[in-house]
């Protein structure tokens, strides 16, 4: 039962793992791990003018003078916070709200994973292993003609069944090679992998339920409905070499190859190496001698990822159902609805990565320290074209973002034995910084419910916050005479805030708005204190 009336969630697991050496030289893993969830859901968090509205939000804007129910034991929605005058706001009564709607989600999730592995000779060993995920998802929402809409007189029935089938597996096939002789340790790895993902989602809506007896689609009018199916699909080719001398240096190649669907048919293949190399000063003969250090270790690395999280079929030019009119009638059709671009590729992020690991005293004094640079390009991004196209955004590679900073960790065991006290100090920091945009560097504007609040330009963070500077409080009549005359606020008074002239033309007007701040933080630290006994 959750924290508001009506909301409740359950769930049912079921975990089989099994473990079996089928022979001398074959293992066995086995996992099925299936799970049942019921969800009864309550709008919670949607705003008092959504549809349907939330209840907390309605709560908040709710008067207390306001009666929650009629003298009858009704709930009141007709002489609530909507009838209050006076400029307020109008809201749906919230237990209204509990009562109206009912919001029901069942759904079966299956993992499974089977797993064996060869041991061929001592040293080298194959594993192939295949993994499942099966999602069945339902949902039925309806809303009830009881519920009025904030100072509705009527009701606004609604019903949606929505129903989806996932299946995602993977299939990995490796290779693994081992072996240490002397002072020197070589492991390797080969492989390839390949993964598949199908969705299929199916949603059908209706309205103008007569009553609220029956709650199914089937109690109304069906007005709309719609089927997706999609599917995506992965195959890599993957290698890795770990060398170590002595246990003292330490080296780490590998390189990957990804093949991508969602990228244009010339341009599916990524290639991403990373090389990383250790040395433990500790090991060295003239560190040997000094107890008091347990553990020293420089470290460097550097390497290539890649990013495809972007939409399926984001490189290919989709159609969309239009109608039109054809002679006076109403006829299906199609329309473009987005561009195509067969050299849509991976986004890439190249890291450098400088650390220093430091043991003291057994180790009861453990210190991390990292300085990285992130440079990501060909940044997968929605990008204005010219509306000469016939679309405002395109799915572009475009710009280049770098991150940079430092990471400390420093764990402290401060009390050993029955009773031990553990501290760990952690603190980072980190530049964000646009290096280049699209062909002239144009900044790209985020807009949403109240505008454009958010700018992404060379320089700068990525979404940076975009507004009017304020440059103080007017105070008397005379200050606001003499401030450049504010075109957006023509009539101000003492007490509201005077804006800066940004491009100093002597007035205030949009061409002012500049950046005003960054929701990156200058730095992020934590402690975290542990005691046993």
Same mark, same amino acid.
């Given at each position: 039962t959750g924290i508001l009336e009506k909301a409740e969630f359950e769930r049912y697991n079921l975990l089989l793992n099994l473990d079996s050496q089928l022979?001398?030289?074959?293992?066995?893993?086995? %996992?099925?791990?299936?799970? %049942?969830?019921?969800n009864q859901r309550v709008p919670a968090s949607a705003p008092y003018f959504a549809r349907p509205p939330g209840v907390i939000y309605s709560a908040l804007v709710h008067s207390p003078v306001v009666k929650p129910y009629n003298s009858d034991g009704s709930i009141n929605q007709r002489n609530n916070q909507s009838y209050l005058g006076g400029g307020t706001t109008t809201a749906s009564n919230p237990l209204a709200i509990i009562e109206g709607v009912d919001d029901k989600i069942k759904q079966f999730q299956t993992r499974a994973s089977l797993a064996l592995n060869y041991q061929i000779t001592p040293e080298l060993s194959f594993k192939t292993y295949g993994g499942a995920y099966i999602n069945l998802y339902n949902q039925d929402l309806f809303r009830a003609n009881s519920l009025l809409y904030r100072n509705a007189s009527?009701?606004?029935s609604f019903a949606q069944a929505t129903s989806s089938t996932e299946i995602n597996w993977v299939w990995e096939n490796t290779l693994n090679y081992e072996k240490e002789f002397g002072d020197h340790f070589i492991n390797g790895l080969i492989g390839y992998t390949a993964q598949y993902d199908n969705i299929a989602v199916k949603q059908v809506l209706a309205d103008? =339920?007569?009553?609220?007896?029956?709650?199914?689609i089937s109690g109304g009018q069906v007005f709309a409905g719609n089927a997706i199916e999609e599917e995506w699909s992965l195959a890599s080719a993957i290698f890795r070499l770990n060398y170590a001398f002595k246990d003292k240096y330490l080296f780490t190649g590998t390189i990957r190859s990804d093949r991508s669907s969602r990228?244009?048919?010339?341009?599916?293949?990524?290639? =991403?190496?990373?090389?990383?190399?250790?040395w433990r000063l500790n090991k060295e003969s003239f560190l040997e001698s000094i107890e008091a250090i347990s553990e020293l270790k420089l470290r460097a690395s550097w390497g290539l990822t890649g990013n495809f999280e972007i939409p399926n079929?984001?490189?290919?030019?989709?159609?969309?159902?239009?109608n039109y009119n054809f002679s006076g009638n109403q006829v299906n059709g199609l329309q473009q609805s987005t561009i195509s671009n067969p050299d849509l590729t991976w986004e890439q992020s190249e890291q450098t990565n400088i650390g220093l690991e430091l043991g003291l005293f057994k180790n009861r004094l453990f210190l991390l320290a990292d300085y990285y640079t992130t440079r990501t390009s060909d940044l997968l991004l929605n990008a204005s074209i010219s509306s000469v196209t016939g679309f405002q955004t395109t799915l572009l590679?475009?710009?280049? @973002?770098?991150?940079r900073g430092f990471e400390i960790a420093l764990n402290s065991k401060n009390l050993v034995g029955e009773l031990s006290w553990e501290t760990d100090l952690n603190f980072s920091t980190n530049k964000n910084?646009?290096?280049?945009?699209?062909?002239?560097?144009?900044?790209? =504007?985020?807009?949403?419910?109240?505008?454009?609040?958010? @700018?992404t330009r060379v320089g700068d963070p990525i979404g940076s916050y975009f507004g009017y500077v304020v440059d103080g409080i007017y105070q008397t009549q005379a200050d606001i005479d003499n401030a450049p005359f504010d075109t957006q606020a023509p009539d101000p008074s003492?007490?509201?805030?005077?804006?800066?002239?940004?491009?100093?033309?002597?007035? %205030?007007?949009?061409e002012d708005r500049t950046v005003t701040g960054s929701y990156f933080p200058d730095f992020t630290w934590g402690i975290t204190n542990r005691f046993n006994y």
């Open positions: 022979t001398d030289k074959l293992d066995l893993n086995l %996992i099925v791990s299936p799970t %049942i969830t019921e009527e009701g606004e103008n =339920f007569p009553d609220d007896l029956v709650s199914t990228f244009g048919s010339d341009n599916q293949t990524g290639y =991403f190496p990373s090389l990383s190399a250790g079929y984001g490189a290919i030019g989709l159609l969309a159902p239009n590679n475009l710009g280049e @973002v770098e991150n910084e646009v290096i280049s945009l699209n062909e002239n560097n144009e900044p790209i =504007f985020s807009a949403g419910s109240a505008g454009i609040r958010h @700018v003492p007490g509201d805030f005077r804006f800066k002239d940004v491009n100093g033309d002597g007035q %205030i007007t949009p």
